[in-house]
């Protein structure tokens, strides 16, 4: 119970920490919100008042911890070039991104840990030196790349999709999926060959450790020890790499999202960012920053119940 309490401790902080940092450097990096909204019509009185307006002109701690109070209200602020709440601008947007990103971390999961398997109990074989060697150059591939060279072959090519042809969800679930797949395919490439080197490692080493010689000793057969013992303590460790993998894939989505043109949070991270309109960055940050804290704490939660050793 302790060490729940200290972990969502971990987290209030870890998130308070990030949101002071990201309002900081927003606050002191080149650009005006009020020239960037006025452009040839921005007059010194002009953007003095549009300032005003924004709350610019106020002491930087007053706006953090007005910009603070509002988060904790659900209130995002409201954008500079929609004039619009924020909260209702990436709403949408934020759903999309989060499907993608599920979807690439199924596929990861369903494809790395049966691969992983296979390697580690085909060590040295053809089919492990030939994933192996696959996996060193999917391990570099960036899910930009690979959502462009998915798109020439796939779609392109083979025509088994139309780029740029977005299926909203509320129109057709089953257009969606299989439109969101080939993006989410592209997200996970690196992710599957990185996780499948990683648990066939970690197979390996549970698989030299002395309770694995005391089940063979008690007469368990190789498979029955491998599924039963060895796999089961190789995801203990694994659940905080996955949870990790799966923040990573949040911002491939975001990057991969302009490769495939999806509605999702990469779009208007990009417009906003180049308009300075501060307060959709900074939401999104915020967003992406609260997905990477549940994840990391749910997996450690999900350690804390596999592994009774480490309870307090």
């Keep these: 119970m302790k060490s729940v309490l200290k972990k969502f401790l971990s987290m209030f902080i870890t998130l308070f920490v990030v949101s002071f940092l990201a309002f900081a450097a927003f606050a002191v990096i080149p650009g005006d919100p009020a020239l960037m909204r006025l452009k040839t019509n921005a007059t010194p009185e002009a953007v003095e008042a549009l300032r005003h307006s924004y709350g ?172 039963r013992h060895v796999i089961w303590n190789a995801m203990i460790p694994a659940v905080t790499f996955y949870a990790m993998q799966f923040v990573d894939m949040i911002a491939g989505s975001i990057i991969t999202e302009q490769v495939f043109s999806i509605p999702g949070l990469g779009r208007i991270l990009l417009t906003s960012i180049e308009g300075r309109d501060y307060p959709v960055v900074l939401a999104v940050l915020m967003c992406v920053a609260v997905a990477a804290v549940i994840a990391d704490t749910v997996s450690d939660l999900g350690v804390i119940a596999l592994d009774p050793r480490i309870r307090e």
């Design 56 to 227: 610019l002109d106020r002491p930087f701690l007053t706006r953090y911890f007005s910009w603070v109070s509002g988060l904790l209200m659900g209130d995002m602020g409201t954008s500079y070039t929609y004039s619009a709440p924020v909260s209702e601008i990436i709403r949408s947007k934020l759903m999309v991104t989060l499907y993608l990103t599920a979807l690439a971390f199924v596929i990861m999961t369903l494809i790395s840990i049966p691969v992983a398997v296979h390697c580690a109990k085909n060590d040295g074989g053809l089919t492990d030196r030939v994933i192996s060697a696959v996996n060193q150059v999917f391990m570099s591939v960036p899910p930009f790349f690979a959502g462009i060279i998915i798109t020439y072959i796939f779609g392109i090519g083979l025509r088994i999709f139309v780029p740029g042809g977005y299926v909203p969800f509320e129109d057709d679930p089953a257009g969606f999926i299989y439109y969101m797949f080939f993006p989410a395919f592209a997200v996970a490439i690196p992710k599957i060959a990185v996780s499948v080197r990683l648990l066939k490692s970690t197979i390996m080493k549970e698989s030299k450790k002395d309770y694995v010689r005391t089940a063979y000793s008690r007469g368990e057969r190789g498979n029955t020890v491998l599924y």
